[in-house]
């Protein structure tokens, strides 16, 4: 009897089921778009019942068509609060909200001093989960008081979702990493962090590997679950030490693998990539939340939604004038987190002049933070996957300005690919799979805008969009 193996993939932007056979062929697919409510003040919220019905919807569609193992992915840097019933208390606050940066400073002093120390810095950046809930908590003190009663939970989409579908607060090793909450080399609860935010008797979820069944519905497996990031590096083979993988989508990802060597760097996000009971694979992360939002804009807006059209206005020459997509900040060791929108519009004749720009301002942003992961090694393969990655020209002249010849997947689905091979192997199964791709060569005849002139430009204009914005919107 043939056996299938399904996967969900929570998306920022879409929901996605897929059914694969043996040999991995797609045999079943079906998208649900996700709602992402964003307001002045950096807010990027969305509903959990919305996301929770539509997993149960995609579920039955899995399960009446045979899935014997269901794997879960999702994207990462999540926060939600809920009670013992599974009801929310808050909606989920998302990676691509920003109000974590704008409040920042209005958590204590000891907090904002032990960031700076070397490697509790990493937890307490900004952006972590671990921030955004200690000034959640300091804005809601019934929230405070009911997590550390143990009346209420709090943690990633991935434990939500676990709880509502199985009963099971559970949450994988890799999206607990990136918490701040829990050590990526113990997997245990970095107890001083808890004690500085005010959250010491805070009830925490099991820390499930990548080989670990969550639970089963009608027979089939469910889980484990995983970061959208960390299922593509499973579906790519990027698990080995020394893999670069550069993911286009709603954001610029660049994660870089080191195999068994954790580093706790400033400014890195350090990773696990793989988590098994028996092995554990470590990584680096720099990222530019939002890009492919402002792709997605550019396309909407002036090339009547074809895609095709941005990538046929990709050109080898760069002319001008310079845009900084840093609509929701860029992560990069050293500098002050920047967010700013386009600038030099006065020098754009046509949309083709738009999108080649754009093209070359994500191509230069791409080498900026590949330039930092070669700080810590030269990567022996270097592969692109993700929405964008079907543009070929916006690959080649990523290609041309890092001059290193790149993979790319030709598969769109590699988030959900992986978790569906992680979810049959963790019962057992062992599909064979080998990742699809094809290689694209660098250009030596493209004109390339230095990098760091986009960082000094965002500089000069820094705030001028965030100081509008900081006058809204609270928790």
Same mark, same amino acid.
């Given at each position: 009897?043939?056996?299938?193996?399904?996967?969900?993939?929570?998306?920022?932007?879409?929901?996605?089921?897929?059914?694969?056979?043996?040999?991995?062929n797609l045999s079943y697919s079906r998208d649900l778009e996700n709602r992402t409510y964003t307001?002045?003040?950096?807010?990027?919220?969305?509903?959990?019942?919305?996301?929770?019905?539509?997993?149960?919807?995609?579920?039955?569609?899995?399960?009446?068509?045979?899935a014997a193992s269901i794997g879960v992915a999702t994207y990462r840097g999540s926060l939600i609060v809920w009670d013992g019933e599974g009801s929310p208390v808050t909606n989920i606050i998302t990676w691509m909200d920003t109000r974590s940066r704008r409040l920042y400073k209005s958590l204590p002093l000891n907090v904002r001093l032990a960031a700076r120390l070397p490697r509790i810095g990493n937890a307490l950046s900004p952006e972590s989960m671990a921030v955004r809930?200690?000034?959640?908590?300091?804005?809601?003190?019934?929230?405070?008081r009911g997590l550390n009663a143990g009346s209420l939970y709090a943690w990633n989409i991935d434990a939500y979702i676990a709880f509502k579908i199985i009963g099971r607060y559970s949450s994988d090793a890799g999206n607990a990493a990136l918490t701040g909450l829990i050590h990526p080399k113990t997997l245990k609860p970095i107890k001083p962090i808890l004690n500085l935010i005010g959250l010491r008797k805070m009830r925490l979820p099991e820390i499930l590997c990548h080989d670990e069944v969550i639970g089963y519905l009608k027979g089939a497996s469910f889980g484990p679950s995983m970061?959208?990031?960390?299922?593509?590096?499973?579906?790519?083979?990027?698990?080995?030490?020394?893999?670069?993988?550069?993911?286009?989508?709603?954001?610029l990802f660049l994660g870089y693998t080191t195999g068994e060597r954790l580093y706790l760097k400033s400014g890195y996000i350090p990773l696990i990539v793989y988590c098994s009971r028996h092995r554990r694979v470590y990584g680096l992360e720099l990222y530019v939340p939002g890009l492919g939002r402002m792709v997605e804009w550019l396309v909407n807006t002036t090339l009547?939604?074809? !895609? /095709?059209?941005?990538?046929?206005?990709?050109?080898? %020459?760069?002319?001008?004038?310079?845009?900084? *997509?840093?609509?929701?900040?860029?992560r990069r060791p050293r500098i002050k987190e920047l967010s700013s929108g386009i600038i030099?519009?006065?020098?754009?004749?046509?949309?083709?002049?738009?999108?080649?720009?754009?093209?070359?301002?994500?191509a230069a942003i791409t080498t900026l933070l590949f330039k930092e992961l070669t700080r810590i090694g030269k990567p022996k393969r270097i592969i692109i996957t993700g929405g964008l990655a079907r543009m070929d020209n916006l690959v080649k002249l990523i290609a041309s300005y890092i001059e290193r010849p790149v993979q790319v997947s030709r598969r769109a689905d590699d988030s959900a690919i992986?978790?569906?091979?992680?979810?049959?192997?963790?019962?057992?199964?062992?599909?064979? !799979? /080998?990742?699809?791709?094809?290689?694209?060569?660098? %250009?030596?005849?493209?004109?390339?805008?230095? *990098?760091?002139?986009?960082v000094d430009t965002a500089r000069l204009i820094e705030g001028l969009i965030w100081r509008s914005m900081a006058k809204r919107s609270h928790y």
């Open positions: 009897m043939a056996r299938y193996y399904g996967s969900i993939d929570i998306g920022t932007t879409r929901i996605k089921a897929r059914l694969y056979d043996e040999e991995f307001m002045p003040g950096g807010v990027a919220e969305q509903d959990p019942l919305f996301i929770v019905d539509s997993v149960r919807s995609l579920l039955s569609d899995l399960l009446a068509r045979g809930l200690a000034i959640l908590v300091r804005e809601r003190s019934d929230v405070a970061g959208d990031q960390q299922a593509s590096s499973i579906a790519l083979g990027c698990i080995d030490e020394g893999c670069l993988r550069i993911s286009l989508g709603t954001g009547g939604g074809d !895609y /095709r059209l941005f990538n046929e206005n990709v050109k080898n %020459d760069y002319r001008g004038p310079i845009i900084v *997509p840093f609509i929701w900040g860029l030099g519009i006065d020098g754009i004749h046509s949309a083709s002049d738009l999108v080649n720009s754009l093209a070359h301002s994500i992986g978790a569906a091979l992680a979810a049959a192997n963790s019962v057992g199964f062992n599909p064979s !799979y /080998r990742p699809d791709t094809y290689t694209i060569e660098p %250009d030596p005849s493209v004109s390339r805008v230095d *990098p760091e002139l986009i």
